[in-house]
């Protein structure tokens, strides 16, 4: 059969030097993923004393090519083209290939975002290598220089440590969300190596008819978050979520059975098909807590939950629970916000 | 000529009732029910879908052990035409590299095909992996994520759900499709074909006959291994109980540690 390859060990792994991680771009610019991937990237680099290398392709790449640099990262690999404007798997997937057995890393990264887990495996059976899926911890052993890959399993109950000792390179993907974004450095120094490229046309069947962007709420950013779940028990329930919401200057998230029922939009899903978060305050009202849902919001600071079951699951993840009906809950819970708010300003205009 | 769409499905244990073993931090299978993945279902559904409008042949691909059998008995029963379980002792521990070599041969052993559908990624590894793993292996087009598909003239036009939005796409065949997990009602088995299904059975193919060496398959062509397992253990918080009347002092609790702030108005 055409397909057959197998996956063949490094003969000699100690020849398989540096870290690299794919940047993904949207329209040419960089997502939130790419900042964290150059995070993780530079801390194991540091580790081994290695160079960290981002991989970048769009149609103009130059301004971000130099941001990534501000990051931290030492080297940047690109490669533009109009052709390469929106992100499509054979060309995107070939010239990474590319890149890596040309390059030869011992490390490689990319976010495990819709498009990063369309390009890994791909890649890693391209390259003869092996690829763990949605990393939540991300180390090196310093001697070795063996990537030790952890990624929850069994419904998150449990961690996996993943290692891939005799393949090179090292691969895996990255959670969103997990990994902070790094500091910019103080006077990035780095190596921006841009080629213009020409993409075969067999590369390009895929035509991109069309682009519908959301809007875009970004959950993964937000300090404070108020989330609905059933508990709601209809679609005007996130009316009182939203009031909350904006008085406390978060954003509204959901459930995904929330999502389904088309009480709100997917793009404010948090959970495992959704958005993990990580804000300062995490407000799970009428949520009893599925696995799913956990899983994207348990690395809050701090949690309340408001349920009318004492024996719900949310209940272990929260630092505060007012065991209550939502909307018995909730406008006593604005009208507060709103006095103190008012008392701490008029403290302040003292 | 008919149309070959080729199904990958797997069984999975259930999630609602998954047993890890306290001792060796194991999946405890007997205790484990086995039913089929989520998203497989809304794979062989889009299958289904186009074989209603447009004709085709639709077989069903899977690995594992012999009792995936009720999983591709069942599929047989919503309607695909062929069952082909990959079953080997060789197999056994696979990660997503030789998952997907198997999963390839087999479909080359098959012959010609016009569309492969998956699921987006299956509920116990959730990996996301296999499908563009093979799509690799086969040399192939792929489209991930995919909430609608259609078919016409040699074309497949699929709806794509980013993070930040939707993506429509063309690509011709042959192509590989994941399709997202809850993207389509699949249908019910009928009695009627529950009774054909069981009659027609599903056909287990070995290393051998799929073309495979032992070496290249299961754990031993696997290049990722699992060092460890532990438990994730969670933060303790105090889950400290506030009734209604008390809201008032959470609040001021709130902006006195700063987890509220003023400046986020």
Known sequence: MAGIKLATP???????????????????????????????????????????????????????????????CDVVLGAESPDLSVYRT????KIISDFVKQEKPNIFLIPATRNGRDLASRIAVSCEAGVTADCTELDIEQDTRILSANRPTYGESMLAEILCKRHRPQMATARAGIFP?????????????????????????KEILDFKKKNAVDLTAAKVVVSGGMGL?????????????????????????????????????????????????????????????IMGMKNSETIIAINTDPNAEIIKYSDFVINADLY??????ISSVKEEKKKLLAANKK | MVLEIIVMVKQVPDSQEVVIDPVTMNLNRSLTRNVTNSADENALEAALRIKDKVGANVTMISMGPPQAETTMIECLARGADRAILASDRFFGGADTYPTGLTLAATIS???????????????????????????EFLNID??????????????????????????????????????????????????????DAVKKGMEMWDHDKIGLQPEWVGVRGSPTIVRKMRPIKERERAAKKIEIDNIGDLVRELYEKNILKLEEE
């Open chain 1, 10 to 72: 490094a003969a000699k792994p100690e020849e398989y030097k540096n870290v690299f991680v794919f940047l993904e771009t949207r329209e040419d610019k960089l997502v939130r993923p790419a900042l964290e991937m150059i995070g993780v990237g530079k801390r194991i680099a540091d580790k081994v004393g290695e160079k960290l290398y981002c991989l970048l392709l769009g149609g103009n790449i130059k301004k971000e090519a130099k941001e990534a640099v501000s990051y931290g």
């Open chain 2, 142 to 195: 792929q489209i991930t994520y995919a909430s609608s598909v259609e078919y016409e003239d040699g074309y497949v036009t699929a709806e794509r759900e980013l993070e930040d939005g939707t993506e429509t796409v063309k690509v011709p065949t042959p192509v590989l499709v994941t399709v997202l997990l809850n993207s389509n009602s699949p249908r019910m088995q009928t009695l009627r074909r529950k009774i």
């Open chain 1, 328 to 333: 018995k809950a909730i406008p006593p819970l």
């Open chain 1, 181 to 205: 974004v790094p500091d910019k450095v103080q006077s990035p120094k780095g190596d921006i190596r841009i080629n213009d490229v020409k993409i075969e046309k067999a590369l390009l069947r």
């Open chain 1, 90 to 93: 054979l060309p995107y997937s």
């Open chain 1, 233 to 293: 028990g209809k679609a005007d329930g996130f009316k009182l979520i939203g009031e909350l919401a904006d008085e406390i200057g978060g954003v509204v998230g959901s459930t995904r059975p929330a999502a389904d029922m088309g009480w709100i939009t997917r793009d404010h899903q948090v959970g495992q098909t959704g958005q993990t978060v990580r804000p300062r305050l995490y407000i799970a009202a009428g949520i009893s807590g599925k696995i799913q849902h």
């Open chain 2, 109 to 135: 052993k098959l012959g010609k095909f016009d569309i492969i559908f998956a699921g987006e990624e299956s509920s116990d590894s959730s990996t996301g992996h296999v499908g563009p793993g093979v799509a």
